[in-house]
């Protein structure tokens, strides 16, 4: 069974940091593009950004020098590093793989697998 498990989410005041990991069972993701997305309450989930297997990322422009995602293919682990964070940061955020998503993918139909979502909330 393909299972994506988001961890590291939390409360944390506007400019912390977190760092959100997503581990992978049941199969290799090293050849498939890893992406994050969000979101938040009553809006439509966003993309926030993707990694391909060469390591190659992409980012929504919203997050572009404040977020960093990174993998482990030996550890089948995606990371998203957030620094900077902002009240509009607040969402639930998903990691999902995609075996033909290019790493410019930002639509939800190009991933395959989803992970259950972890709550990410920022205070001013």
């Known amino acids: 069974q393909v299972q994506l498990v988001e961890s590291g989410g939390g409360s944390v005041q506007a400019g912390g940091s977190l760092r959100l990991s997503c581990a992978a069972s049941?199969?290799?993701?090293?050849?498939?593009?890893m992406a994050w997305f969000r979101q938040a309450p009553g809006k439509e989930r966003e993309f926030v950004g993707a990694?391909?297997?060469?390591?190659?990322?992409y980012y929504a422009s919203s997050v572009k020098g404040r977020f960093t995602i990174s993998r482990d293919n030996a550890k089948n682990t995606v990371y998203l590093q957030m620094n900077n964070l902002k009240p509009e940061d607040t969402a639930v955020y998903y990691c999902?793989?995609?075996?033909?998503?290019?790493?410019?993918?930002?639509?939800?139909?190009?991933?395959?697998?989803w992970g259950q979502g972890t709550q990410v909330t920022v205070s001013s």
């Open positions: 049941g199969r290799t993701f090293s050849r498939s593009t």
């Open positions: 999902a793989a995609g075996d033909s998503a290019l790493w410019t993918s930002s639509s939800v139909r190009a991933y395959d697998y």
């Open positions: 990694t391909w297997s060469s390591g190659s990322t």
